[in-house]
Structures are given as C-alpha cells and as structure tokens.
C-alpha cells in the first residue's frame, strides 16, 4: 500500500485495555472507507482503502504476540 494509505491506517489514539483483558473492535468498510472503532472510541476514520476487492476472504492479523479471538460477526450493510 501506499504509504499515505499505511499512514491512514495507523490509529489515532490508544483504546486499549490492559494486558489480559478483551478489547472489543467494531470495523465498518464501505465501499473503500474503513472505521474502527476499539472499546468505544473512533481510532480510525475512513482512510480510503485503494484495490479494495468488492468481495473475497477477512483476513485477521497479530504483530508477533499471542493473540485469541472470539465472537466474530460479519454483516451486510444496508
């Protein structure tokens, strides 16, 4: 990706919990545009996303620490 795009991607403010606890992410894609929101907070707001494929897998990322996830849900937009 480009590196405005990688910019983008790059959260603007820690909402983490703390080391132990489960955060909760709440990632909307439309079209190109993509917001997450972490524990209740916006950390990232609607960086386009170029090439995107309409559709095709999710892929879930870890930078290197152990990591687990649960309750994943994936619905349509209206």
């Given at each position: 990706?480009?590196?405005?795009?990688?910019?983008?991607?790059?959260?603007?403010r820690?909402?983490?919990r703390?080391?132990?606890?489960?955060?909760?992410?709440?990632?909307?894609?439309?079209?190109?545009?993509?917001?997450?929101?972490?524990?209740?907070?916006?950390?990232?707001?609607?960086?386009?996303?170029?090439?995107?494929?309409?559709?095709?897998?999710?892929?879930?990322?870890?930078?290197?620490?152990?990591?687990?996830?649960?309750?994943?849900?994936?619905?349509?937009?209206?």
């Amino acid at each position: 990706m480009p590196q405005e795009v990688r910019r983008a991607c790059i959260p603007i403010r820690r909402a983490d919990r703390p080391l132990g606890e489960w955060n909760a992410f709440e990632i909307t894609l439309r079209g190109d545009r993509m917001t997450v929101v972490l524990n209740g907070e916006k950390v990232i707001d609607t960086p386009s996303l170029p090439d995107l494929p309409a559709t095709g897998a999710i892929g879930l990322q870890h930078h290197g620490d152990p990591v687990q996830f649960r309750n994943l849900f994936i619905k349509p937009l209206p």
